[in-house]
């Protein structure tokens, strides 16, 4: 089961939810698709155990070939080439390493060279609490700062995949191309949000991209109480299931600002997000 955790926004409590329902299971795959700012190991305090490079490949230019006809900077439509006199400017940051340069080149002056714009990291966490114990298998891809594609890195990090297991993977905020990347294939989405006009505002957004990919998916309701009824009455009218309210609370607040899982405290909650898991599990989110 591939359950996706994503938010039209950021600051709804995203990773909050991933890593405590993942520490409510006993044995999970975690993916930390937030490549742009990871964050999930703050709470799972996994020993990462491997480190791998993520790479792309460039255009790079032979010069002894190239006629400076600029087919190729015509053809790129991110902008990634641009044909001067007796120059051709490579901007490796825009590329999308499609290929097209080197198709349309009459000289076959494209060649290509690897770039590191990011890595995936890989490590376990074992935890024991409230008489139960299990294992958290986490991997996160960062981006490279000043890097402008996060899909690369994703895609990296995805590819550790096993479906065969029970996988939680945190998407990044918003409603984006890295999002969309991160959700496909999904078996099920959870949508955090607040109980505020700006939660709903974003939720609809969230909410119009993950029906366009025909992902089922459920609404969670974090900081319940800070806020008013209207996300509530959005999902009944739009007989979206409300999966779970987190209530506004000062507990789990004191134990956010320390890295520390709600459900390490509290075995209630623990049980209630073992239960939720069921559910979707089953087909049973009412």
């Not at 051709?88 to 009459?106: A, D, M, Q, R, T």
């Amino acid at each position: 089961m591939i359950i996706s955790v994503a938010s039209g926004k950021g600051g709804t409590g995203k990773t909050t939810f991933a890593t405590n329902l993942a520490m409510s299971l006993s044995s999970v795959q975690f993916f930390d698709c937030d490549v742009e700012e990871p964050n999930a190991n703050i709470f799972l305090h996994a020993k990462i155990k491997k480190k791998k490079n993520v790479e792309v490949q460039t255009p790079k230019i032979d010069k002894r070939k190239c006629n400076f006809c600029g087919k190729c900077a015509d053809f790129c439509r991110f902008n990634a080439l641009a044909v001067v006199p007796s120059e051709v400017l490579v901007f490796p940051e825009l590329c999308h390493s499609c290929g097209g340069c080197e198709l349309v080149c009459p000289e076959n002056a494209v060649k290509w060279k690897k770039r590191v714009i990011g890595k995936v990291e890989s490590g376990v966490s074992t935890f024991s609490f409230n008489h139960s114990s299990g294992q958290v298998d986490l991997y996160q891809g960062f981006l490279n700062i000043g890097e402008a594609m996060a899909i690369p890195v994703i895609k990296a990090v995805k590819k550790h995949i096993d479906e065969s297991r029970d996988v939680i993977i945190d998407a990044p905020p918003g409603t984006s191309c890295p999002v969309i990347e991160t959700v496909k294939d999904s078996d099920y989405c959870v949508l955090v949000t607040e109980p505020t006009p700006f939660g709903l505002h974003d939720l609809k957004l969230a909410i119009d991209v993950i029906r366009h990919l025909y992902i089922p998916f459920g609404v969670v309701i974090n900081r319940d109480g800070v806020g008013d009824d209207a996300v509530e009455r959005f999902c009944a009218k739009e007989d979206i299931p409300v999966l779970m309210k987190i209530p506004h609370s000062k507990e789990i607040a004191e134990l956010y600002s320390q890295g520390e899982p709600f459900v390490k405290e509290d075995g209630e909650y623990q049980k209630k997000f073992y239960e939720l898991f069921e559910r979707i599990k089953n087909g049973d989110e009412s």
